[in-house]
C-alpha cells in the first residue's frame, strides 16, 4: 500500500489536490476521466464548499492512493485516492449526500495500477452503491429533480474500468487491423426479386442497403403489388418471431403500407399484436427490483428522402398487477409511493416508457441470502389510435385486443 499523505498538505480545488511534489490526486476515479474519454461528471453545485467545509472539520484526515496512473503523464503521478478521517469517509460522504454519483468513484484501470487490496475496493465499491440509493430515496442533492427511472436505477455502478478499457483497446485494434469495406448500395436498375432476397440476407450492410431501396420505391409507388405484398408478408413474420432479430426498415414499409391503404385489417391486428414485446425480470440492488424490458418491433416517425412516413396509429396499455415476494404480496412505489398497480404505456413509434423501466418494490434490505421468487400479472390493452393522457382519451380509443399473461422470475440475495 502507497504511503498515505496528510490532506491538509495537499493543495485542493473541487475533486482535485496537488501537492507541493507535483502530485496530482483525484476524489474520483473512472467517472471523472471519463469512458468514452472525456464525459463530464454530474455534480452538484455545492460540492466545492462541501469538500472544503469537510476537509476543515477533519484537519487530520489522510489521502489514501487508491491507484496511480502512469500513462496520463510521465512526469507527474495521476492518483485516484480516498481522503479518510477517523471514521468519516469523504468519498463516501459525497456520494452519500447526493454531490456526485457512484460511478465517478470506480477505478479506472488494470490491476497492477491499483495501490490498495482487491478487497478493499470490493467493500468500498458495495458502500458507494449503497449510499446512492440513499441520496436517491431520500432526493437530496442531484437526486432532487430526478425521473423515477433514474432514481430506480440508483445504485447501478459499472464495473471496474480496466474491462472497459480492454474492451475499448480490443476494438480499436480490431478496426486498425480490419478496414471496413465500403456499403452496398442499390438503385432502380437492381431487380425487385434480388432486393428482396437481400433483405433477409445474413449480410446486414447489404440488407440494410436493400431495405432503403425498397423503402424508397415504396415511397414512390414504384414498386410492384406482387413485391408490395412479399415485403408485407415477410415484415409481419419477422415481426411476430422474436427469435429473428427486427430490422426497422420492415417498420417503416408496414407504415407506409397502411398510409398507402395496402395494409389489410388482418394484417393491421396482427402488426398491432407483435410490434410490441414484452420481458420481464427481477433483480436485486438492493431492494428488490421489477424489470420490464420491452422491444419496440414497429418503426419510428421518419422523414426518409424528404417524405414524412407517418406511424401507425396503435398503443399498449401495461398494467402490473398483484406482485407477491416469496409468495406474500408486496407493494410497487411510484414517486416513493405504495402502488397496487402500476400503468404504462408504449405507442406505435417506439416512444412509449414501458421498455427499460425499473419497478422498486417495497421490500425490506434485510433480505436473507438465496434464491427469492417474484410473481405477479401483468395485463397488455393494444389500442387504436395516437396515445394521449387527456381525461377519457384512452378509454375512448377502440380496444383491437388484450391479454393478461401471469409471470415468475427469480433473484438471489448474496451471503453477507
Not at 20 to 44: H, K, M, N, Q, W
Not at 67 to 72: D, G, K, M, V
Not at 173 to 193: G, V, W
Request: a negative charge; one cysteine or more.
Amino acid at each position: 500500500m502507497a504511503a498515505e499523505v496528510p490532506a491538509s498538505q495537499i493543495e485542493w480545488q473541487r475533486l482535485l489536490g496537488t501537492s507541493e511534489d507535483g502530485t496530482l490526486y483525484s476524489l474520483a476515479g473512472r467517472g471523472f476521466l471519463g469512458i468514452p474519454f472525456l464525459a463530464s461528471p454530474e455534480l452538484d453545485d455545492g460540492i466545492e464548499e462541501f469538500i472544503r467545509t469537510w476537509l476543515e472539520e477533519h484537519p487530520h484526515a489522510v489521502v489514501v492512493p487508491v491507484e496511480s496512473y502512469p500513462l496520463l503523464s510521465e512526469s507527474a503521478p495521476f492518483v485516484y485516492a480516498w481522503v479518510i478521517g477517523d471514521r468519516a469517509h469523504l468519498n463516501l460522504e459525497l456520494v452519500e449526500k447526493g454531490y456526485c454519483r457512484a460511478s465517478l468513484m470506480v477505478p479506472l484501470l488494470r490491476a497492477e495500477d491499483r495501490l490498495v487490496g482487491e478487497e478493499q475496493v470490493d467493500v468500498f465499491l458495495t458502500r458507494i452503491s449503497q449510499a446512492e440509493r440513499r441520496a436517491a430515496t431520500a432526493g437530496t442533492g442531484i437526486w432532487q429533480s430526478a425521473s423515477p427511472d433514474k432514481v430506480a436505477s440508483a445504485g447501478d455502478i459499472p464495473p471496474p474500468g480496466r474491462r472497459a478499457l480492454s474492451e475499448v483497446i480490443a476494438e480499436a485494434r480490431a478496426a486498425d487491423a480490419e478496414a471496413t469495406p465500403p456499403a452496398p448500395t442499390y438503385d432502380a436498375r437492381t431487380p425487385e426479386d434480388e432486393l428482396i432476397r437481400l433483405a433477409d440476407g445474413a449480410d446486414s450492410a447489404a440488407s440494410y442497403a436493400a431495405l432503403e431501396e425498397l423503402l424508397r420505391r415504396a415511397l414512390t409507388e414504384s414498386l410492384s403489388d406482387a413485391a408490395f405484398a412479399s415485403l408485407i408478408e415477410r415484415g409481419l413474420e419477422r415481426q411476430a418471431d422474436v427469435a429473428l432479430d427486427w430490422r426497422g426498415h420492415y417498420g417503416w414499409l408496414l407504415q407506409v403500407a397502411y398510409d398507402q391503404g395496402r395494409l389489410s385489417e388482418a394484417d393491421f391486428r396482427q402488426y398491432a399484436s407483435a410490434f410490441f414485446h414484452l420481458e420481464l425480470a427481477a433483480a436485486y440492488h438492493p431492494p428488490a427490483i421489477l424489470e420490464l424490458r420491452g422491444e419496440h418491433r414497429g418503426g419510428p416517425l421518419r422523414d426518409f428522402d424528404g417524405t414524412w412516413i407517418p406511424t401507425i396509429p396503435v398503443f399498449a396499455m401495461v398494467y402490473v398487477r398483484d406482485v407477491s415476494l416469496d409468495g406474500s404480496p408486496v407493494a410497487m412505489l411510484e414517486a416513493d409511493r405504495p402502488q397496487a398497480e402500476i400503468v404504462l404505456f408504449h405507442d406505435g413509434n417506439g416512444t412509449g416508457t414501458a421498455a427499460g423501466r425499473r419497478i422498486q418494490l417495497g421490500t425490506e434490505d434485510s433480505l436473507l441470502p438465496g434464491t427469492h421468487v417474484l410473481m405477479g400479472r401483468v395485463e397488455i390493452v393494444v389500442r387504436r389510435g395516437a396515445h394521449s393522457w387527456r381525461d377519457g382519451a384512452i378509454e375512448q380509443a377502440p380496444r383491437i385486443l388484450s391479454r393478461e399473461e401471469s409471470f415468475r422470475a427469480t433473484f438471489e440475495v448474496p451471503g453477507r
